[in-house]
Each structure stands twice: as structure tokens, then as C-alpha cells.
């Protein structure tokens, strides 16, 4: 079956800092794909739409600014997490369609 | 009110018991799909849906279009299949968003 991969599964960083999140589907090709957010013992929540080869589309109250996208290829999308405060940690995953939807492992960020 | 609702939010069961848990939405859509969430977060895809019903091992998923309503059903429960898990459903418009349950915890105890 496809399979999606997101690097890292975990990452703890200082506060003021940035971090990336790679989100690459594995044996497909994903012009779309989605970034969630999870807080504790919520359920998931799409923070936007990664399209590749242009702009990602944004829920709203999500900060474009603060949670950028870049989907340069047609099997890799990032989320770039900018001037990381302890507010942003949290647990986000990433999934891309083929057919279903299929979800990278997630990624644990702790903010300190 | 959400447009896709789960019931119940906990269910503690004993091995081997019946399990069901149920998901209600309130909007068009064109597939749903029933989730495993594990401790660590890992999401797994159990089942995608559009009508009828689905069997793997000792799941089963069914859904009813009519009714807007879908059971993800588990028999000869077992611990490990302690988890949580998520109905999704994608919209009609099939831009490949999916709106989610609120998630069941669900913990088979030995």
C-alpha cells in the first residue's frame, strides 16, 4: 500500500528557534497534501492544504506565518514551525490521498 | 455540533467481548474512513468506506448512506487492541480533506 514518511517522530527545541517537519510520500505522487494538528486527548484538526508548485491553503486561525508550508515536489511537502514557542507544542501529522487517505508516523514537538 | 460524531467517547471491555462503536455524520461526503490511533500517535488506516461493509481479520466496518451512520465493529476483543479510534470522513467536494470523530478510547482489559 502507499506509504507516507514524516521526519523527525520527535524534536524538542528551544523557544525563538524554528523546526521543520518533512512530510514525503514514499511510492505515489501527492500534488495534495494535509497537515494536522492534535492536542492532547483531542481529536485531529487540519491546519492547511499543501499544493504542490503553489500557495498552501489555510484553516482559519491558523497563522500562515508562524506554520509555514513549502510542497516543492510532487512527493514532498514541510512544515516549518517559526519562532517555536511552549504553546506550539503538540503532535502533527501529515496525509496525503491515493485512493484513501494515508498518514506519515507524526511528529512529537515539545517547545522548552 | 460536529458534522461527524462518535459514540461512545470511552468503552472499557472485557477479552473477548463485542465491541462497537458508532459514527454519525451530518454531511455529504464521499468515503469514510475508520482510524487506529495508538499511545505513541502513529495513525493507521483500518477501513475506507463508501457503502456496504468491510471485513479484516476480526474487524468490521459497515455504513449506511441513507442513514449517514457507520459501526466499526471488533469481535474476540484483545488488549491490544486497546486504542483509540477515529472515524473520518472525506467531503464530497473530494478535495481529499477529511473532517474527524471526536475519537473512542478504547481499553480491552485482560
Known amino acids: 500500500g502507499a506509504v507516507v514518511s514524516q521526519h523527525p517522530s520527535r524534536v524538542i527545541c528551544k523557544s525563538g528557534t524554528s523546526v521543520k517537519i518533512e512530510c514525503r510520500s514514499l511510492?505515489?505522487?501527492?500534488?495534495?497534501m494535509f497537515w494536522y494538528r492534535q492536542f492532547p486527548k483531542q481529536s485531529l484538526m487540519l491546519m492547511a492544504t499543501?499544493?504542490?508548485?503553489?500557495?498552501?491553503?489555510?484553516e482559519q486561525g491558523v497563522e500562515k506565518d508562524k506554520f509555514l508550508i513549502n510542497h516543492a515536489s510532487l512527493t514532498l511537502s514541510t512544515l516549518t514551525v517559526t519562532s517555536a514557542h511552549p504553546e506550539d507544542s503538540s503532535f502533527y501529522i501529515c496525509?496525503?490521498?491515493?485512493?484513501?487517505?494515508?498518514f506519515g508516523q507524526g511528529t512529537r514537538l515539545t517547545v522548552v | 455540533k460536529n458534522e461527524v460524531e462518535q459514540s461512545p467517547q470511552n468503552l472499557t471491555a472485557q477479552e473477548g467481548e463485542f465491541i462497537t462503536i458508532n459514527c454519525s455524520y451530518s454531511v455529504g461526503i464521499s468515503a469514510l474512513h475508520w482510524l487506529q490511533q495508538h499511545p505513541g500517535g502513529g495513525i493507521v488506516s483500518l477501513f475506507m468506506?463508501?457503502?456496504g461493509k468491510k471485513k479484516h481479520g476480526r474487524l468490521i466496518a459497515t455504513i449506511n448512506i441513507q442513514e449517514k451512520h457507520s459501526s466499526l465493529h471488533i469481535t474476540a476483543s484483545h488488549p491490544r487492541d486497546s486504542a483509540v479510534y477515529i472515524c473520518?470522513?472525506?467531503?464530497?467536494?473530494?478535495?481529499?480533506?477529511?473532517?474527524f470523530g471526536q475519537g473512542t478510547t478504547l481499553q480491552v482489559k485482560p
Open positions: 468506506l463508501s457503502s
Open positions: 496525509s496525503a490521498k491515493k485512493g484513501g487517505a494515508f
Open positions: 499543501s499544493n504542490e508548485g503553489s500557495k498552501a491553503t489555510y
Open positions: 473520518a470522513a472525506f467531503l464530497n467536494s473530494n478535495t481529499g480533506k477529511l473532517i
Open positions: 511510492d505515489f505522487q501527492a500534488t495534495t
